[in-house]
C-alpha cells in the first residue's frame, strides 16, 4: 500500500478485556515497530520485528502485552486483561531495513479502557 | 545508552518569526538524528534526519536541523513560521546496535500566532 495503516482507529473497551490491534506495513518493509503514545510520557518503544522474528522485546510493559507478525508483513498487537492504565495511541511504523532507516508511521489506534 | 531531551514543552511563535525547537540528545556511540512532526489527528511525518554526512540538513517545508557534536544538540528551525506549522514536534536518536529502536524526545508543541 501507499503507507502503513492501523486498524482500528479507535477503539473504546472495558477493564479485564483483551484487544488485538492490527498494522500492515509499507510493501516491501521488511522491518515493524510498535510504539505507545501516552499523554504526558511522549513516545514509548513497544517491540520491533525483523522479518517475522522479535529480537528485541524490551520495551513491552507487561507480560500482558504481545505482538506477532506472519508472512513478514502484518502484525497484530494484543493486550490481555486491560487496565485504564493501557489507554494510549498506539503507533505502528515500518522500514525498509532495520539498519537506520527512516521509519514511516501509521495512524496509529486510540485506545480507550473504561 | 540513547536519550533525548527536547527543551520546552510548549513554544509559541509570531508568523513570520524564527521557529527554534531545541533538542539534546545523549549517546555512547555517534547517532542518527530524526525529527518528526505530528499533524492534529495525524500520524508521524518525517521532516528531516541526520546519518552522518553533512551537519546541516535540510527537510521538507523550509525547515532545517543542524549537528552540533560539541554541544550534543539537533536543533530544528525555520526562518519564518506558517499558520500551518503549528503541530507536534518530536526529536528522536536511533540506536545503532541490535536495531533500529528510535528513543523520542517528550515534543514541543508549536503554536503559531497570527
Known amino acids: 500500500g501507499a503507507g502503513v495503516s492501523q486498524s482500528p482507529s479507535n477503539k473504546v473497551t472495558e477493564k479485564g478485556k483483551d484487544v488485538e490491534l492490527r498494522c500492515d506495513p509499507i510493501?516491501?518493509?521488511?522491518?515493524l515497530y510498535w510504539y505507545r503514545q501516552s499523554l504526558g510520557q511522549g513516545l514509548e518503544f513497544l517491540i520491533y520485528?525483523?522479518?517475522?522474528?522479535?529480537?528485541?522485546k524490551s520495551g513491552l510493559p507487561s507480560d500482558r502485552f504481545s505482538a506477532e507478525r506472519t508472512g513478514g508483513s502484518v502484525s497484530t498487537l494484543t493486550i490481555q486483561r486491560t487496565q485504564q492504565e493501557d489507554s494510549a495511541v498506539y503507533l505502528c511504523?515500518?522500514?525498509?531495513?532495520?539498519?537506520?532507516?527512516?521509519?514511516?508511521f501509521g495512524p496509529g489506534t486510540r485506545l480507550l479502557v473504561l | 545508552a540513547q536519550s533525548v531531551t527536547q527543551l520546552g514543552s510548549h513554544v509559541s511563535v509570531s508568523e513570520g518569526a524564527l521557529v527554534l525547537l531545541r533538542c539534546n540528545y545523549s549517546s555512547s556511540v555517534p547517532p542518527y538524528l530524526f525529527w518528526y512532526v505530528q499533524y492534529p489527528n495525524q500520524g508521524l511525518q518525517l521532516l528531516l534526519k541526520y546519518t552522518s554526512a553533512a551537519t546541516l540538513v535540510k527537510g521538507i517545508n523550509g525547515f532545517e536541523a543542524e549537528f552540533k557534536k560539541s554541544e550534543t544538540s539537533f536543533h530544528l528551525t525555520k526562518p519564518s513560521a506558517h499558520m500551518s506549522d503549528a503541530a507536534e514536534y518530536f526529536c528522536?536518536?536511533?540506536?545503532?546496535?541490535?536495531?533500529?529502536?528510535?528513543?523520542f524526545g517528550t515534543g514541543t508543541s508549536l503554536t503559531v500566532i497570527p
Open positions: 511504523a515500518s522500514s525498509f531495513t532495520w539498519d537506520q532507516e527512516t521509519q514511516y
Open positions: 528522536a536518536v536511533s540506536r545503532l546496535n541490535t536495531g533500529n529502536q528510535f528513543y
Open positions: 520485528f525483523q522479518g517475522n522474528s522479535a529480537p528485541d
Open positions: 510493501s516491501g518493509h521488511t522491518a
